[in-house]
Structure formats: structure tokens, C-alpha cells
């Protein structure tokens, strides 16, 4: 799976929108960009993926630029409970000897948002 | 719907001990996984079933780890012995076959074992 550099840490104000990059320039075509939290002392939580096109649900836009080598997570109006590691990982969709199951955490994005 | 369940949610063992991990994945989820957190790394992979089978082990650390799902519904993540390189948190996950590509990985809660 290609490997994916996020900043270690940033801050946001309650209410703002939290915008987290993620470069991802290694990345191929069957691979896809997903999105988990892990908020402390739980396991970590799904928010979202996509693959070419930008994509928003309940919780969460993602933004992938045309050339796929980087994305941003924008969490529209952040709450203090939306303070957590964020974490952007690409997940290979074949096998071809890497299985597609499977999730590879790096250090993550920590969040904190204060009020 | 319960999510998954891990037991125990704390384990405190002595070095050369052996520990038994469970995990009760979310009804219907043939997919199940493994994964681990020692002190200061990243959350790592151990291994994931589709149903009993082991789809990959690849991250299985040694041969001092058995992973087990018989019958396909919930899992136990055996240490035998026990090292102290060992503690962390362990995590389990479960998905939706067929989507198992695609699909969120639902996580239990973790459990954090302690090894002195």
C-alpha cells in the first residue's frame, strides 16, 4: 500500500472547519483513500473513503485533487468531540499479493479543538 | 445493532504467562481482524478471516501468537508465552463480506494488556 504523510498535529477553533491534509503522491489506480479516527482510549472509527471523486457524508467532505497525490479531510463545523488522531491510509482494492483487507495505520494527525 | 465486543477490556499478566484475547465481531460480518498497538508505534496488523479461514497472516509478530475462529463468529487472539514486548492494545475490527474491500472496518473497544 502506498505510504501517506499527514502533519502531526494541528488546531482548530469550536465551530470552524477543520481542514486535515494527507499527501499520498505514491498512490495507484486500484488503491483508495480512506479516513478513521481514533479518539482517545477507543478504537478507531471509519469517516470516510473515495477513490477519484470528492465525497461527503454525515460526518465528513473529502477532497482528492485530479492527480490523486494528496486529499484533504474537511470536518465542516468542529466540535471538542471531534478532538482526535486522524489517520489517512491507502488500501490497495486487489490482492496481487498484498491483501486488500487489511488497514496500515502511520502516526496519524492529532486534532485538538478548543473553544 | 451491538458493535464489537472485545474481552477482557484490561489483562495484567506476569512474563512467560499465557493470555487469551476474545472478540465478538458485529452479527453477519464473515470478515475479522487483528490488529495491535505497543507503546509509542503505530496500530499494526495481525491478521485477518474471512469467515474460519485465515485470509493473512502476514502480521502475525511469532509463533508465540495462535489466532482462532472457529465456526466463524468470534475470535480469540491466544499469547503463549507471554513477553513483555507484548503489551499494548489489541484491537479487533469486523466487516461485511463482499464489501470487505471496500467497507468500513467496524473496531471494538481494544484490549489493553499488560505484561510485567
Known amino acids: 500500500d502506498a505510504k501517506t504523510t499527514q502533519p502531526p498535529s494541528m488546531d482548530c477553533a469550536e465551530g470552524r472547519a477543520a481542514n486535515l491534509p494527507c499527501n499520498h503522491s505514491t498512490i495507484s489506480g486500484n488503491e483508495y483513500v480512506y479516513w478513521y479516527r481514533q479518539i482517545h482510549s477507543q478504537g478507531p472509527q471509519y469517516i470516510i473513503h473515495g477513490l477519484k471523486n470528492n465525497e461527503t457524508n454525515e460526518m465528513a467532505s473529502l477532497i482528492i485533487t485530479e492527480d490523486r497525490k494528496s486529499s484533504t479531510l474537511i470536518l465542516p463545523h468542529a466540535t471538542l468531540r471531534d478532538t482526535a488522531v486522524y489517520y489517512c491510509i491507502v488500501r490497495s482494492v486487489r490482492g496481487g499479493g498484498t491483501s486488500y483487507g487489511k488497514l496500515t495505520f502511520g502516526q496519524g494527525t492529532i486534532l485538538t479543538v478548543h473553544p | 445493532e451491538a458493535g464489537v465486543t472485545q474481552f477482557p477490556s484490561h489483562s495484567v499478566i506476569e512474563k512467560g504467562q499465557t493470555v487469551t484475547l476474545r472478540c465478538d465481531p458485529i452479527s453477519g460480518h464473515d470478515n475479522l481482524y487483528w490488529y495491535r498497538r505497543v507503546m509509542g508505534k503505530e496500530i499494526k496488523f495481525l491478521l485477518h478471516?474471512?469467515?474460519?479461514?485465515?485470509?493473512?497472516e502476514s502480521g502475525m509478530p511469532n509463533n508465540r501468537f495462535l489466532a482462532e475462529r472457529t465456526g466463524g463468529t468470534y475470535s480469540t487472539l491466544k499469547v503463549q508465552p507471554a513477553e513483555l514486548e507484548d503489551s499494548g492494545v489489541y484491537f479487533c475490527a469486523s466487516s461485511q463480506v463482499g464489501t470487505g474491500a471496500l467497507g468500513e472496518q467496524f473496531f471494538g473497544p481494544g484490549t489493553r494488556l499488560t505484561v510485567l
Open positions: 478471516f474471512v469467515k474460519e479461514s485465515k485470509q493473512d
